[in-house]
């Protein structure tokens, strides 16, 4: 079994003054402005000397000038998941929650994610990428139909179409295409929808229950995940143990293989083989009402607070200079 075992909360005070940043300038500010807000409440619930710091709003230099001793991430999508801040904070010897400026940027890119879990051997459903509206008419005859296009950059389920027959392909290009210069076409999988929390970094990376979202008509879009009460969801999922446990070990693999740290969510489609596919990796997941990991923390006796309070703990730099020659 890979799933965690409850580590006792260290001192809130060492953690000295702690910036959550969220906002941000991405189609995904809405809900990183939930998100923030759930966690500053949630941290200043714990004793911690929280702040809240918009990136959307405010500069980089407002952020090195703000006696910050640690940072919480709370930003989805571009300019806060996908490395970019990483690699400032990197700069500014910030330590910070979350993955570091490689492992953000690569799971931030759903083609190269895909590429990576395809050279560990890891199941993703087939696919392409697309930068031209001349292929659309062959791309179905190779991937079959219906299949996924999505815009490879974003997240959220943002521009996400699924395309029904060849006469859908035009329409689902360009509204995918309106959030990415490229657009990805993926291999359709029927099945169940999946997904697993991964805490922790490397070798002591450890998954939480699985657990199953149940979407009206299978459409778990932006409205089911963020705003609908329709949505159903499972913790633990009903699977059975052997199936349970190898869903949550190719979570692990395939968090690890992008080099992920801290935590994140693996999402997965089961199909009716029982056999599950990779759909993509998530290094800055949402803390939402409606999100999932706090979900999976609470089904292991993790409180919201509690987890929030966990991977603050784990912030640090990821990028370490070598040693000077004296």
Request: aromatic content about 8%.
């Amino acid at each position: 079994m890979n799933q965690t075992t409850q580590q006792p909360l260290p001192d809130v005070k060492a953690f000295g003054k702690v910036g959550v940043l969220y906002g941000g300038r991405s189609a995904e500010r809405e809900v990183s402005i939930q998100s923030g807000n759930g966690v500053h409440q949630a941290l200043l619930t714990m004793g911690v000397d929280a702040h809240l710091f918009d990136t959307g709003e405010r500069s980089l230099a407002d952020l090195a000038q703000a006696g910050f001793d640690r940072v919480f991430i709370a930003l989805h999508g571009r300019y806060g998941e996908d490395g970019t801040l990483q690699g400032a904070l990197e700069l500014l010897g910030l330590p910070y929650t979350g993955s570091g400026p490689m492992a953000s940027s690569l799971a931030m890119d759903k083609t190269m994610t895909k590429r990576v879990w395809l050279q560990h051997g890891l199941p993703t459903p087939d696919f392409e990428l697309l930068d031209a509206q001349s292929e659309l008419r062959t791309v179905p005859d190779r991937l079959g139909l219906p299949l996924i296009l999505k815009p490879p950059h974003e997240g959220s389920t943002v521009g996400v179409a699924k395309v029904i027959g060849y006469s859908d392909m035009k329409e689902g290009y360009a509204q995918a295409s309106i959030f990415d210069d490229e657009v990805l076409a993926e291999q359709f999988i029927a099945g169940r929808e999946l997904t697993v929390a991964v805490l922790g970094e490397g070798r002591a990376a450890r998954a939480l229950p699985v657990i199953e979202i149940v979407a009206p008509d299978g459409n778990y879009d932006y409205e089911h995940k963020y705003i609908s009460n329709d949505t159903q969801y499972f913790c633990p999922a009903a699977l059975p143990e052997d199936v349970s446990n190898q869903i949550t070990d190719i979570a692990v693999r395939a968090y690890r293989a992008l080099d992920c740290a801290g935590w994140g969510r693996i999402d997965f489609m089961l199909d009716a083989n029982n056999q599950p596919w990779l759909l993509e990796a998530n290094t800055s997941p949402g803390m939402t009402s409606h999100s999932l990991v706090p979900m999976a923390a609470k089904a292991v006796g993790m409180s919201y607070a509690e987890l929030c309070v966990s991977i603050l703990s784990g912030a640090a730099c990821k990028v370490h200079s070598p040693p000077r020659n004296s």
